[in-house]
């Protein structure tokens, strides 16, 4: 509980200090409606419910959705379909005509989703193109990248394939995230941080201590013909550096197999 309270107040605080600049109204509000994509019981979302003039929240497990309905967010939607989340959304914000919600949102959270959904990629796509012209999106992730998805009790590979090595340290993998992830997709990072994340483990570690990354993401702004203006400018690192260290982590993982395998 305090480690989730902890993490809560951090992202929050993440998201604050990357709006400072367009922050206006003296209670220190962002505005807007925030979308929180797979919000679990809600912790998080209610940590940032005070930034925004309304909150919808989704999830796909029915026992974290009853537990999300506890905690009196403009919407709550038991559902992994974005366009039946932004439907409940407009009928709920209906009754708030002020918003002029037209379905785009001022922010939305993906907090430890993309390395647990079977279409991260997509998923951020799809994200991308519900933000307002100046919207962001909180998103958060362990590292090293370790994806799974669960069915039942079995834990699958998702079925689209995020090129990042298993073994590099956090400084590596945000590197690898923003040239290999953001940038392609046309996302600029405006803010990163990195947060203590405890998770529940198992009967022989009951708790793990995790590094997340937390970053706050933009479009990147677009020329005429209305495509990003994906540059290799936007790099934090050059080609010949990224190749070389990509090469060591590429050893690391091989040599982690060799030390499996004995």
């Known amino acids: 509980e305090t480690g989730g309270k902890d993490y809560a107040n951090r992202a929050a605080g993440t998201l604050m200090n990357s709006l ?3 922050l206006v109204s003296k209670d220190g509000k962002v505005g807007g409606v925030l979308l929180d994509i797979g919000a679990g019981d ?3 979302t209610k940590q940032l419910q005070p930034l925004f003039d309304a909150v919808v929240a989704t999830e796909a497990s029915p026992f974290m959705e009853r537990r999300l309905r506890q905690r009196s967010f403009d919407a709550t939607v038991a559902t992994v379909d974005l366009s039946e989340a932004v439907s409940v959304a407009k009928e709920a914000l209906a009754k708030k005509p002020e918003l002029n919600f037209d379905g785009r949102f001022k922010c939305i959270a993906l907090l430890n989703l993309i390395d647990r959904c079977d279409r991260p990629l997509t998923l951020l796509r799809e994200v ?3 933000l307002l012209p100046d919207g962001k999106i909180l998103l958060a992730v362990v590292v090293p990248f370790r994806p799974f998805v669960e069915k039942g009790k079995r834990k699958i590979t998702p079925s689209e394939k995020v090129a990042l090595p298993r ?3 956090w400084e590596m993998s945000v590197q690898l995230l ?3 992830v953001f940038t392609p997709l046309g ?3 405006e803010r990163v941080a990195r947060v203590p994340y405890y998770s529940s483990g198992s009967h022989v570690h009951p708790i793990y201590f995790l590094d997340d990354a937390v970053f706050v993401l ?3 702004p677009e020329n005429d013909d209305g495509v990003s203006n994906v540059s290799a400018n936007n790099s934090l690192l ?3 550096a990224l190749a070389r260290r990509t090469q060591e982590v590429n050893g690391i993982d091989e040599a982690q197999s060799r030390q499996n395998l004995q």
């Open 187 to 189: 996302l600029q990072v």
């Open 238 to 240: 050059s080609e010949e």
């Open 167 to 169: 073994n590099a340290g």
């Open 128 to 130: 991308k193109s519900m």
């Open 218 to 220: 933009s479009p990147m």
């Open 178 to 180: 923003v040239e290999r």
């Open 20 to 22: 400072a600049d367009s």
């Open 42 to 44: 809600g912790q998080v």
